[in-house]
């Protein structure tokens, strides 16, 4: 037995190479196997005298272990490019992956939009801080009139002849449109509305409105209960019927109150239209003609019709989730229910 035979294994095993698992198995015969060439100089040693005995036990055993570690780090070596080749395997199948998901009150304001745009509406926005001539006076609310307190308003600058403050209704739009649009005029205008309320399951000091307005020559309350209709019938069912009844608002005359059949118990009477069989759901009138002339409409030549409806009241009786603070609070558990889990 010779120290270049121990030397000799040591800077085989030093150059070794694989590529595959099956060439690790091989290495491991050639040296570690029954006629493997470690195994062959563990046999010579058995047969060599005390000196060498003294000599090469030590330095054989470190041969031994150093070649089961190098034939270990082969084999891990192997699983790290397999586990690669997985990850860039295109046809793999996907993991699946939990998305955030649109809130509530974006899936139905984008509905109703979306019906609207089919209608020929395009879609205007304004100012969440507004003053109160576009939110009020332009609308035929007179300064002082008490019909400002039908909202209360939250200020931001008060004491000022046309004070800042936070919308109440996304009407002031209509007011903005007007002014910019020229007639015929065909828009619906969504957004988030402010109002000094005590929160509690029916109100909120946060909500959001959709308005409508639509002005041509000649078009009459037909137009408006048709087009309600029609927008009624795609957001709830082919089967809705509408109902009208008398409203007042400063800015439309004659005004309506909106109802639709109630599409739970299909009028038979249920807790959620507490028995009538019908929903509220909508404001709505034919544009007062002070409202076109404050905006420089001619009222003699024009007229229209306006609409608003409240986002939440809509999203309320298509989910039927009846305490309005689900939709502010952001709880997880609640805005989980309108997600999606997709395979990418
Ligand atoms: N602005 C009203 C509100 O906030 C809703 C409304 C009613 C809008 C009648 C309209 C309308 O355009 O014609 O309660």
Excluded at 203 to 222: K, N, R, S
Aim: with cysteine; net charge negative; hydrophobic share 40%.
């Amino acid at each position: 037995m010779k120290r270049e035979d121990i030397e000799k294994v040591i800077s085989e095993l030093e150059a070794l190479k694989v590529k595959t698992a099956a060439e690790v198995e091989e290495a491991r015969v050639r040296f570690l196997g029954k006629k493997g060439e470690i195994t062959a100089l563990f046999e010579e040693f058995r047969t060599v005298d005390k000196d060498a005995k003294r000599e090469f036990g030590a330095p054989l055993n470190e041969l031994k272990k150093a070649a089961m570690a190098k034939i270990e780090e082969l084999r891990e070596s192997i699983v790290e490019i397999a586990a690669e080749t997985v990850r860039e395997d295109l046809s793999m199948p996907g993991y699946p992956l939990s998305l955030g998901s649109r809130h509530p009150v974006s899936i139905v304001r984008q509905e109703i939009v979306d019906i609207f745009r089919k209608f020929g509406y395009d879609v205007a926005e304004g100012p969440e801080i507004e003053d109160d001539y576009h939110v009020f006076e332009a609308l035929n609310f007179p300064p002082n009139h008490p019909a400002r307190d039908m909202q209360d308003t939250f200020f931001v600058s008060a004491g000022h002849p046309n004070p800042l403050l936070l919308r109440t209704h996304t009407s002031s739009v209509q007011v903005r449109t007007m002014e910019t649009q020229k007639v015929p005029i065909r828009v619906v205008c969504p957004g988030r509305v402010f109002r000094n309320e005590a929160i509690s399951a029916r109100a909120h000091c946060i909500f959001h409105q959709v308005e409508g307005l639509y002005i041509d020559e000649g078009v009459t309350f037909a137009d408006l209960k048709q087009a309600i209709l029609l927008f009624a019938r795609e957001m709830f069912g082919p089967e809705t019927q509408i109902r009208m009844r008398p409203s007042f608002f400063p800015f439309t005359e004659p005004s309506a109150e909106v109802d639709v059949s109630c599409n739970i118990c299909h009028g038979k009477g249920c807790n959620i239209c507490k028995g009538t069989g019908w929903l509220e759901i909508m404001g709505c009138g034919m544009v007062d003609p002070n409202v076109l002339e404050a905006s420089g409409i001619d009222s003699t030549k024009y007229s229209g019709f306006a609409f608003g409806m409240g986002i939440e009241r809509i999203a309320m009786l298509k989910w039927q989730v009846n305490d309005l603070r689900h939709y502010f609070e952001n709880d997880l558990r609640f805005l989980r229910e309108f997600s999606t889990a997709v395979e990418v």
